[in-house]
T-cell receptor, first 110, second 114 residues
Framework: GEDVEQSLFLSVREGDSSVINCTYT??????LYWYKQEPGAGLQLLTY?????DMKQDQRLTVLLNKKDKHLSLRIADTQTGDSAIYFC??????????FGTGTLLAVQP | NAGVTQTPKFRILKIGQSMTLQCTQD?????MYWYRQDPGMGLKLIYY???????DKGEVPNGYNVSRSTTEDFPLRLELAAPSQTSVYFC?????????????FGDGTRLSIL
């Protein structure tokens, strides 16, 4: 079945850029998503990219998709302490059954 | 704007007890999902439903049952609670599948089986 992998932890300083990476095995996902989970809360959709796109920019967020290498990344520009959270990448198919990565904990140091 | 509402927020069960985790959404979404999130892990899909009267298994359905008698409600039932079911359970809904429509998540139910 689908496998989605992420690095577990990333630490950056406030104001720096953060890059969170994700690799996946199943290339049939029509959409790929990035979700954010703050402590004690559910997941919140940050952004998504359609599988025929290479890049999508949304304010401070940039998503890059390399379909050949099955690699997805999320770049957060000017990272703030409020960006500290766990970030999940996920792929979805026909019924939008999402397969989630293990999550990357982003720690932003002031 | 209630969105997706899960109850209870916390529960402690003894091994062998049963309980139902409630999930309701007021967005008239057809698609609903139950996930579990184990510590330090991503979400695993337990069951999902594409509309009232239709349910299907996800990755980890064993030990759980669901029903979908109305569009709004999608309860998850644990019949014989086991320690391995200690987890945080999330319910989600979306307007349609295979789309850019996001899944809306509830705040989760934290369940401990002792």
């Amino acid at each position: 079945g689908e496998d989605v992998e992420q690095s577990l932890f990333l630490s950056v300083r406030e104001g720096d850029s953060s890059v969170i990476n994700c690799t996946y095995t199943d290339s049939s996902s029509t959409y790929l998503y990035w979700y954010k989970q703050e402590p004690g809360a559910g997941l919140q959709l940050l952004t998504y990219i359609f599988s025929n796109m290479d890049m999508k920019q949304d304010q401070r967020l940039t998503v890059l998709l390399n379909k050949k290498d099955k690699h997805l990344s999320l770049r957060i520009a000017d990272t703030q302490t409020g960006d500290s959270a766990i970030y999940f990448c996920a792929g979805g198919g026909a019924t939008n059954k999402l397969i989630f990565g293990t999550g990357t904990l982003l720690a932003v140091q002031p | 704007n209630a969105g997706v509402t899960q109850t209870p927020k916390f529960r402690i069960l003894k091994i062998g007890q049963s309980m139902t985790l409630q999930c309701t959404q007021d967005m008239n979404h057809n698609y609903m999902y139950w996930y579990r999130q184990d510590p330090g892990m991503g979400l695993k899909l337990i069951y999902y439903s594409v509309g009232a009267g239709i349910t299907d298994k996800g990755e980890v359905p064993n030990g759980y049952n669901v029903s979908r008698s109305t569009t709004e409600d999608f309860p998850l039932r644990l019949e014989l609670a086991a320690p391995s079911q200690t987890s945080v359970y999330f319910c989600a809904s979306t307007e349609r599948g295979n789309s850019n429509q996001p899944q809306h998540f509830g705040d989760g139910t934290r369940l401990s089986i002792l």
